[in-house]
């Protein structure tokens, strides 16, 4: 059978060797408390042009954690022997109805969902470890996915969806021209001392190229305020740059106007942006350019629980709190709770 260019892209997912914390055989996720365990789907599907395409979803302005930023269905552990495959499962059935149970799927709606490969653990500006778990969804019947599946948002967690192809994220590790994104914006900043990156991609809110059973989603985002500016991710990060690359509109609500057109828009930026960003590389690069990249954060969350103390219950600590608050001028950084010679090494790692 000939191998198509789409199994040879879910291949380098597939072969991807995660590398965990020290070395170790297993992700520092399952060292920490429950509280600090979160998983995300990334649910990838072939759109019409053949394309890979990756889910989103633009989170409740209602929330108190990240309010109206797009996303990835996915949340918190709700018990120590819950997966993160269970978790990351949980959630999206919650969030958008999508069935946590494959041979439910295929039976009543022709759909199989493969899981492919889980990421290292990445770090969230609230200090939980994020584990991101990739699969892929094909369809036996598209059209027949569209009268069935019936998907609905939860109101209380998410009020749109959306996709994009997943090759726009490349950016910056390619110059190559955008698919769908209208901008595409990358800085190298520091947060606490330690390189970070970050990262916005904005998508058309009206899409043509929008999968048939997504654009059949009621979407709710109507119904609450795009203008108003909620809490952000990164927002003290980014003063280092607004002033410079006009970033001062990050961190608003995930789908807003475009300062300059007026169009509806969906900013994909943070965490979302960064893990999107690692595994396009994981995908498209050739392998003698993906050799010395640092996928997620398994080395510093490491570092953070076992040299500074931290991560380690459910509420944050003083340093943690500190540490969310911190900007660029903040006096207060990682090199505060590490040895100097592991904060020295983490600077390494992620340069």
């Given at each position: 059978m000939m191998m198509t260019s789409e199994d040879r892209l879910l291949g380098n997912i597939k072969k991807y060797a995660a590398r965990n914390y020290q070395n170790e055989a297993h992700s520092i996720w399952h060292r920490l408390p429950i509280a600090r365990r979160s998983a995300v789907f990334i649910l990838l599907f072939l759109g019409s042009a053949g394309e890979l395409r990756v889910v989103l979803t633009k989170?409740?302005?209602?929330?108190?954690?990240?309010?109206?930023?797009?996303?990835?269905?996915?949340?918190?552990?709700?018990?120590?022997?819950?997966?993160?495959?269970?978790?990351?499962?949980?959630?999206?059935?919650?969030?958008?109805?999508?069935?946590?149970?494959?041979?439910?799927?295929?039976?009543?709606?022709?759909?199989?969902?493969?899981?492919?490969?889980?990421?290292?653990?990445?770090?969230?500006?609230?200090?939980?470890?994020?584990?991101?778990?990739?699969?892929?969804?094909?369809?036996?019947?598209?059209?027949?996915?569209l009268s069935s599946l019936k998907l609905k948002l939860n109101p209380g967690e998410s009020s749109s969806i959306f996709s994009c192809p997943l090759r726009d994220f490349l950016y910056p590790a390619t110059k190559e021209p955008a698919r769908e994104a209208l901008e595409r914006v990358s800085h190298r900043i520091k947060w606490g001392g330690i390189p970070w990156s970050l990262r916005s991609y904005t998508f058309p809110y009206l899409n043509e190229n929008e999968a048939s059973w997504l654009n059949a989603i009621q979407d709710t985002s109507a119904t609450e305020s795009e203008?108003?500016?909620?809490?952000?991710?990164?927002?003290?990060?980014?003063?280092?740059?607004?002033?410079?690359?006009?970033?001062?509109?990050?961190?608003?609500?995930?789908?807003?106007?475009?300062?300059?057109?007026?169009?509806?828009?969906?900013?994909?930026?943070?965490?979302?942006?960064?893990?999107?960003?690692?595994?396009?590389?994981?995908?498209?690069?050739?392998?003698?350019?993906?050799?010395?990249?640092?996928?997620?954060?398994?080395?510093?969350?490491?570092?953070?629980?076992?040299?500074?103390?931290?991560?380690?219950?459910?509420?944050?600590?003083?340093?943690?709190?500190?540490?969310?608050?911190?900007?660029?001028?903040?006096?207060?950084?990682?090199?505060?709770?590490?040895p100097r010679s592991e904060f020295l090494r983490l600077k390494q790692v992620y340069k």
């Open positions: 989170r409740s302005s209602k929330l108190r954690n990240f309010p109206g930023h797009v996303s990835f269905p996915g949340g918190k552990a709700d018990d120590g022997l819950e997966s993160e495959w269970q978790v990351s499962r949980r959630e999206m059935e919650e969030e958008i109805g999508l069935d946590s149970n494959n041979e439910t799927l295929l039976k009543n709606h022709g759909i199989s969902i493969e899981h492919i490969n889980a990421l290292p653990c990445f770090l969230s500006r609230t200090f939980s470890a994020v584990r991101p778990c990739v699969g892929f969804m094909r369809f036996s019947n598209e059209n027949e996915v203008t108003s500016e909620s809490e952000t991710e990164d927002s003290s990060v980014s003063e280092k740059v607004s002033k410079k690359n006009k970033l001062s509109s990050w961190g608003r609500l995930g789908s807003r106007r475009d300062s300059e057109t007026s169009e509806k828009i969906y900013d994909v930026w943070g965490l979302t942006a960064n893990i999107l960003h690692e595994l396009a590389c994981i995908v498209y690069l050739p392998e003698n350019q993906k050799l010395n990249t640092e996928i997620g954060e398994e080395e510093l969350i490491y570092s953070i629980w076992k040299f500074g103390n931290q991560m380690r219950q459910k509420d944050r600590s003083p340093e943690e709190v500190k540490l969310i608050n911190s900007n660029a001028s903040s006096d207060f950084g990682f090199g505060d709770i590490l």
